[in-house]
């Protein structure tokens, strides 16, 4: 199992015994589910793994965390009109409060999607930044702005930094920042959630300039031929900002 999520066995008991048990089962499960296209239930589920992996998984504690995780097939969600809408009782305060002077790496987070626009034809960009030193600690580009793009650049981020309890993780409303899975996931790693107030963009003006300055030097710089071109100059430039360009960071 550790081979599989390429962590060590400290890391996995660590979340297994301290945060949340069920965090890196969900991502073995999430992994099949995903491969099915989002359509297999929790019986498929544990076939696939068990194909996949050789490991046995409980059916009743993968229904459990198939529920807990909201993973619901395609055709389950579509009989339920809000999925795509913000869930108000998942709404958090704005405990970040503008002040994005912080003294250490995964403290906070910030995040947001944008467009990716070429000739009528869109992506979406879905990143994380880490306060501190305004590094992507994650980005996912995808054709849909659904729930799975903040969901796997969240992932990611958590698999990347490993320890991540007690970091904040700030957003606008989003439905996708408000869905149950968002929520199950920043529970079970001890990650609290931050937002935005409405029609307050100034609240993650990090997050707004980063999406900024990539498209103004990626538009602008580049002849771009087509989305797909477009999408592989704008990795080719986060890239840039991570490991070479010079950011600006201010300090009280």
């Keep these: 199992m550790c081979e599989v999520l390429e962590i060590s066995k400290r890391t996995y008991y660590k979340y297994r015994n301290v945060e949340d048990k069920d965090y890196y089962d969900y991502l ?30 409980n059916h009743k504690k993968v229904l459990r965390i198939m529920n807990k995780y909201n993973l619901k097939p395609e055709y389950v969600k579509r009989l339920h009109p809000n ?13 970040v409060n503008r002040d994005f002077n912080v ?14 626009i070429f000739n009528n034809k869109r992506a979406y960009l879905s990143t994380i930044l880490d306060l501190y030193d305004r590094s992507v600690v ?28 007690g970091l904040i993780i700030h957003s606008d409303q989003g439905f996708q920042y408000t869905s149950f899975q968002y929520k199950a ?4 790693t001890g990650i609290q959630k931050s937002m935005s107030r409405k029609g307050n963009p100034l609240d993650d003006s ?47």
């Design 138 to 165: 994650a980005y996912k580009i995808s054709r849909h702005n659904d729930n799975k793009l903040v969901i796997d650049t969240l992932n990611e981020a958590i698999v990347k930094n490993k320890d991540v309890h």
């Design 206 to 252: 990090p997050m707004e300039s980063f999406h900024g300055i990539l498209k103004k030097e990626t538009l602008y710089n580049n002849y771009i031929t087509s989305l797909e071109n477009y999408i592989a100059i704008v990795e080719d430039w986060i890239e840039f900002y991570n490991t070479t360009r010079i950011k600006n960071r201010k300090r009280k």
């Design 185 to 188: 996931i920043c529970e079970s």
């Design 28 to 57: 073995i499960i999430k992994e099949i589910f995903d491969e099915s296209k989002c359509t297999y239930g929790y019986r498929r589920v544990c076939e696939g793994i068990k194909i996949k992996y050789g490991v046995i998984f």
């Design 103 to 116: 003294d250490h790496p995964n403290k906070i987070w910030v995040t947001d999607i944008t467009y990716l």
């Design 83 to 95: 999925t795509y809408k913000r869930i108000e009782e998942n709404v958090k305060p704005n405990i």
